[in-house]
Antibody
């Protein structure tokens, strides 16, 4: 069974930075595109970013473009999300999700990011 | 980018059929997917490519598509089906979008 384990969440001040990681196991990580999806407290799901299997192509939601950077290290089976210039509205649980070709076949349990002073 | 519109809530009694709709202009050209999310848990895929059911998902879950609307149908609803349900699709630029979610209440 696919395993995805997010880490790196926590409390950060507005304008600060944080890097999330997602450790993948039990599948051939380097063969799949990967995504970050977030969910603000009591709100719905919001797709954040995607990266192709090779890492050569990246995609972002307009709400994070220019502030967040997605990347991956296929030798370490790990996905990353570098988040800069954080805002209160970035407060959310961040999930990593395995892309099966336009949709999310497996999800991690999420890591909470709180942006507050 | 476009939007996917879902009703905020749907209520049904146990054993009845629940239908949750999702509307969007791009749905005739793009597949839709459905996720179930229970409180405190990560979402789970229940329908892919409009009407396909992943292994392990009960047969009472089905999906259909007609024009700009896709529908998730849960036949013979059980108490354990009470959850939030989200539709999802993609646009032509390779980005993804979710509907606002529908809270299914089993009365």
């Amino acid at each position: 069974e696919v395993q995805l384990l997010e880490s790196g969440g926590g409390l950060v001040q507005p304008g600060g930075s944080l890097r999330l990681s997602c450790a993948a196991s039990r599948f051939t990580f380097g063969s799949y595109a990967m995504n970050w999806v977030r969910q603000a407290p009591g709100k719905g799901l919001e797709w954040v970013s995607a990266v192709s299997a090779s890492g050569g192509n990246t995609y972002y939601a307009d709400s994070v473009k220019g502030r967040f950077t997605i990347s991956r290290d296929n030798s370490k089976n790990t996905l990353y999300l570098q988040m800069n210039s954080l805002r209160a509205e970035d407060t959310a649980v961040y999930y990593c999700a395995k892309d099966l070709g336009g949709y999310f076949g497996s999800w991690g349990q999420g890591t909470l990011v709180t942006v507050s002073s | 980018s476009y939007e996917l519109t879902q009703p905020p809530s749907v209520s049904v009694s146990p054993g009845q059929t629940a239908r949750i709709t999702c509307s969007g202009d791009a749905l005739p050209k793009q597949y839709a997917y459905w996720y179930q999310q229970k409180p405190g848990q990560a979402p789970v895929l229940v329908i892919y490519k409009d009407s396909e059911r992943p292994s392990g998902i009960p047969e009472r879950f089905s999906g259909s598509s007609s024009g700009t609307t896709v529908t998730l149908t849960i036949s013979g609803v059980q108490a354990e089906d009470e959850a939030d349900y989200y539709c999802q699709s993609a646009d032509s630029s390779g980005t993804y979008i979710f509907g606002g979610g529908t809270k299914l209440t089993v009365l």
